[in-house]
Nanobody, 123 residues
């Protein structure tokens, strides 16, 4: 079992930065790949970034590549999504998720989800 709580969302202007954090609890965090997903109003949930259990492998959606960075600290049981050069199209509810095994871009493959944090980017 893994419990996830996101924080760090808010309102930011275009070009600004935000740092999302995901605090995890549960013994299986260390063997879980972690992911960030987002869902804008009227749209399906979409992949943003994922990191392997050891932090070595990281993958990003093309839309955020070069602007967002995912990282994890297993000692602190946290996953961070650093978001730079924000755009209005980044506006969405952002979710942290965990899955056993390797990384995945498919939200259906993730077993545990946080409650989400709102990110709004104004133009």
């Amino acid at each position: 079992q893994v419990q996830l709580v996101e924080s760090g969302g808010g309102l930011m202007q275009t070009g600004g930065s935000l740092r999302l954090s995901c605090a995890a609890s549960g013994r299986t965090f260390y063997s879980s790949a972690m992911g960030w997903f987002r869902q804008a109003p009227g749209k399906e949930r979409e992949f943003v970034a994922t990191v392997s259990w050891g932090g070595t492998n990281r993958y990003y959606a093309d839309s955020v590549k070069g602007r967002f960075t995912i990282s994890r600290d297993n000692a602190k049981k946290t996953v961070v999504l650093q978001m730079n050069s924000l755009k209005p199209e980044d506006t969405a509810v952002y979710y942290c998720a965990a899955r056993a095994g390797g990384t995945s871009v498919d939200p259906e493959s993730y077993e545990y989800w946080g409650q989400g944090t709102q990110v709004t980017v104004s133009s």
